[in-house]
């Protein structure tokens, strides 16, 4: 591993559920979860309690320290914080040893509150692109109300995650300006995605190459170096192939493990094998922040 990028002896394995599937009706031009493209995926609404709950297990099996709880749609409302605080609770008191994330879109602070009440500890919510070219993937709300979602985070309590997606067909300085904006924010973790393209979907190809993709890592460990993971969550496999695991030697230090929100990852298994036969180690544990009790 680069000393210039060995930022961890540790990797972080984290792990999403997908708690409500394609009922978004944002025009965001790189989502399939938009009703708007009928893209070929699984549409539901709220899974079971105990559907989410069985994931929550199987992930800490399978080495996540990290589960997070995602539903579709602009953002919260009174009844989707409610119930996702019902999950909340439910969780932690499984005492499975997860660190519990939400991402559930726009948020105002006394909502979010509430989470942290129920026992969430990271909200994500990511800026996906610059202010600038923001517009050009998204009319239906702005870049705005996106970052003003990211300020209520933190004054909430709540640890930020923050990232946003590359390949978009954006320039170099709007991947620059993106980066410049989730490091105003200081968050704690910075997950990058790479568009993964489908036939459904306005954009139709991911317009950076591999090489590019991990530069972009790279860049994002040196403009954020006080994230404490840069983490790779969609697009892996398809934008880094036989390299993906390059990736932590190249500033990552955290990935996404098993299926996405509406695409499918390799397993966990064949993930924790690949990386402890490379000679990492993964984290066993939590961490929690300096400014966490």
């Known amino acids: 591993m680069s000393e210039k990028?060995?930022?961890?002896?540790?990797?972080?394995?984290?792990?999403?559920?997908?708690?409500?599937?394609?009922?978004?009706?944002?025009?965001?031009?790189?989502?399939?979860?938009?009703?708007?493209?009928?893209?070929d995926i699984q549409r539901y609404k709220m899974k079971t309690q105990e559907q989410i709950i069985e994931e929550a297990k199987r992930a800490r099996e399978n080495g996540a320290v990290g589960f997070c709880l995602v539903t579709a749609g602009?953002?919260?409302?009174?009844k989707k914080?409610?119930?996702?605080?019902?999950?909340?609770?439910?969780?932690?008191?499984?005492?499975?040893?997860l660190r519990l994330i939400a991402c559930n879109g726009t948020a105002t602070v006394e909502q979010l509150k509430k989470l942290k009440a129920a026992g969430v500890d990271n909200y994500n919510h990511n800026l996906e692109a610059s202010k600038e070219y923001?517009?050009?993937?998204?009319?239906?709300?702005?870049?705005?109300?996106?970052?003003?979602?990211?300020?209520n985070v933190k004054e909430a309590g709540l640890q930020l995650v923050c990232g946003g997606i590359f390949g978009m067909g954006e320039t170099q300085e709007d991947r620059i300006s993106m980066l410049k904006s989730?490091?105003?924010?200081?968050?704690?973790?910075?997950?990058?995605n790479f568009f993964h393209p489908n036939e459904a979907l306005p954009l139709v190809e991911n317009s950076i190459?591999?090489?590019?993709?991990?530069?972009?890592?790279?860049?994002?460990?040196?403009?954020?170096?006080?994230?404490?993971k840069i983490m790779v969550a969609g697009g892996r496999e398809l934008m880094f192939g036989e390299q993906q695991y390059e990736i932590f030697n190249r500033g990552a230090n955290a990935f996404v493990i098993g299926d996405y929100l509406t695409t499918t990852g390799k397993t966990p298994k064949d993930d924790v094998a690949a990386l402890e036969a490379?000679?990492?180690?993964?984290?066993?544990?939590?961490?929690?922040?300096p400014n966490e009790k």
């Open 134 to 151: 923001y517009p050009e993937i998204c009319t239906t709300h702005s870049w705005e109300e996106r970052y003003q979602t990211c300020l």
């Open 74 to 78: 602009l953002g919260l409302t009174d």
């Open 5 to 39: 990028f060995k930022v961890t002896d540790e990797i972080f394995l984290c792990a999403i559920c997908n708690v409500e599937s394609g009922t978004c009706n944002e025009d965001c031009k790189f989502c399939t979860q938009s009703v708007r493209y009928k893209a």
């Open 81 to 97: 914080t409610e119930y996702i605080a019902k999950v909340a609770k439910a969780i932690k008191a499984e005492n499975l040893g």
């Open 278 to 289: 490379l000679g990492f180690k993964i984290a066993k544990h939590v961490v929690k922040m």
């Open 182 to 192: 989730i490091a105003s924010l200081d968050p704690m973790n910075v997950p990058l």
């Open 209 to 228: 190459s591999r090489e590019q993709a991990f530069e972009l890592i790279e860049l994002a460990r040196e403009m954020i170096p006080n994230a404490h």
